[in-house]
């Protein structure tokens, strides 16, 4: 589901513009061609396919091409017709010079043992970037083929994002932790790593402009981290109040029982240790008697209910739990989204194998955000 944040809720709608229906199994991504009516889908059922606008309004396929195992990832870049599909398998299918999206030239580079999670490709040092749940991060050449580096982490690498300018990817992982890596040539070298999520990290945003990074979780967070301060700031959805940074402590800063690790205090007062948990309206270390309750509060882009403080959930009046955000039904369970912010276009893929073409110009001086259903 797609969800709209506003300073009050508007009732303007996106409008559905086409489906596009062929695939036999999920569609992994749907990327739409800039300045053309067209649009590049992968699949699960093992198919690329490059779909153009004809007279009569439909869509249909200028590229069919069959892969040697189920797609899960994709690329495009645009200025040079070319396209990097990664695989189930741990490869990387190369469609280079897709000259006006009739032929094709293609080669496979074996980039992981495992199922590709992500790609990004860099025109400027021809490396096609890519991580996969083979533990690894890896930058091959595209020009020779060659393997340039890997570099692997503890747990499947689950998205991925790229500054250009100066060579830094950001790799999320399924333990919640977010690697920056320096690329070379033939190495690469570890920056930081931020931590902060409580669950897996499930995709990665990058603002090269403002420098900041935005990561979104199983635990139903997104965090917007200042990578200039090297700071992380809890924010749910763009527009609103930042909730506050969690604080640390070795007790329950409500209650003062300890946690599991505190061993001395545990000796101490002969209590066992508890689980630690954060207030998202206040940030505090609690204990969860102490955080029972769970409340929404739209100002700092919690729509649904997260955990609070009983103290905390007492300060929320009824008028603060209203919601900011406006929801639009896809109609489909949707796995993969992209937009044209220039011609205020959206594309949505999902498990139902259909892909639709949504404008969005008629939501009105809308912040877009990606937004999930709660499961």
Partial sequence: MAAEIHSRPQSSRPVLLSKIEGHQDTVTAALLIPKEDGVITASEDRTIRVWLKRDSGQYWPSIYHTMASPCS??????????????????????????????????????????????????????????????????????????????????????????????????????????????????????????????????????????????????????????????????LLLQGHQCAPQWLESDSCQKCEQPFFWNIKQMWDTKTLGLRQHHCRKCGQAVCGKCSSKRSSYPIMGFEFQVRVCDSCYDSIKDEDRTSLATFHEGKHNISHMSMDVARGLMVTCGTDRIVKIWDMTPVVGCSLATGFSPH
């Fill in 73 to 234: 990832a994709m690329a495009y870049h645009h200025e040079s017709r070319r396209i990097f599909v990664g695989q189930d398998n741990g490869a990387v299918m190369y469609f280079g010079h897709v000259s006006c999206f009739v032929e094709v030239n293609f080669d496979t580079f074996q980039s992981h043992q495992n199922r590709v999670s992500a790609i990004i490709f860099s025109v400027a040092v021809e490396w096609v970037i890519s991580t996969g749940h083979d533990k690894c991060v890896s930058w091959m050449c595209t020009r020779s083929g060659s393997m340039l580096g890997r570099h692997f982490f503890t747990s499947w690498a689950s998205c991925l994002q790229y500054d250009f300018d100066t060579q830094y990817a950001f790799v999320g992982d399924y333990s919640g932790q977010i690697t920056l890596l320096k690329l070379e040539q033939s190495a690469c070298s570890v920056i930081t790593t931020l931590k902060g999520h409580e669950g897996s990290i499930v995709c990665l945003w990058w603002d090269p402009i403002q420098r900041l990074l935005f990561s979104g979780a199983s635990d139903n967070s997104i965090i917007m981290w200042d990578i200039g301060g090297r700071k992380g700031r809890t």
